[in-house]
């Protein structure tokens, strides 16, 4: 074999050699590239995951301290009504205050001096919902009745 064959047979290996070198070199450093990217990825979904934990306590917090206001508003300060007068519904509003009627069944209070208030307890920023709010459009234009069902049990059996 002649030296330039050798030689250009042993230039293509280093060559060869080289290249495999650098590539190997370039696919180290973009594979440590993207493992530090993951790294951060989860870092941040880590960190939005321990914010969203705060936020789900921090509003169940709310909701439970809107709930026991709802509950204990009758013996609160500012409840301005009897609470015999006023019955719990919860939804779609907390009470309906028959205000007067303890006096009138006790014989101390006039039929005429009978109000009926329906009332939302609402605690922080919360505000009314849209059913609550048009249930409060209705009554304030007067769409509101009163209505008695009468049922037959001997006509509902058969």
Avoid: C, H
């Avoid at 070198?21 to 590239?33: D, P, Q, T």
């Avoid at 009897?82 to 014989?107: I, Q, T």
Wanted: a neutral charge; aromatic letters at 8%.
């Amino acid at each position: 074999m002649s030296i330039w064959v050798a030689m250009l047979i042993g230039g293509m290996i280093g060559a060869f050699i080289a290249t495999v070198l650098l590539s190997n070199l370039r696919n180290g450093k973009i594979k440590a590239e993207y493992e530090q990217q993951i790294t951060q990825l989860k870092m941040e979904q880590q960190q939005a995951l321990q914010d969203a934990q705060r936020r789900s306590v921090n509003t169940s917090r709310a909701v439970l301290k809107g709930k026991m206001a709802e509950q204990f508003a009758p013996v609160l300060p500012g409840f301005n009504y009897l609470p015999s007068d006023a019955k719990f519904l919860g939804d779609p509003v907390d009470y309906v205050v028959f205000n007067g009627y303890s006096e009138f069944r006790d014989g101390s209070g006039k039929a005429q001096d009978l109000e009926i208030v329906l009332i939302d307890i609402k605690s922080g920023q919360a505000r009314l919902t849209k059913g609550q709010q048009a249930i409060a459009q209705a009554i304030q234009q007067g769409r509101v009745r009163f209505e008695t069902i009468r049922i037959n049990w001997d006509e509902a059996s058969e």
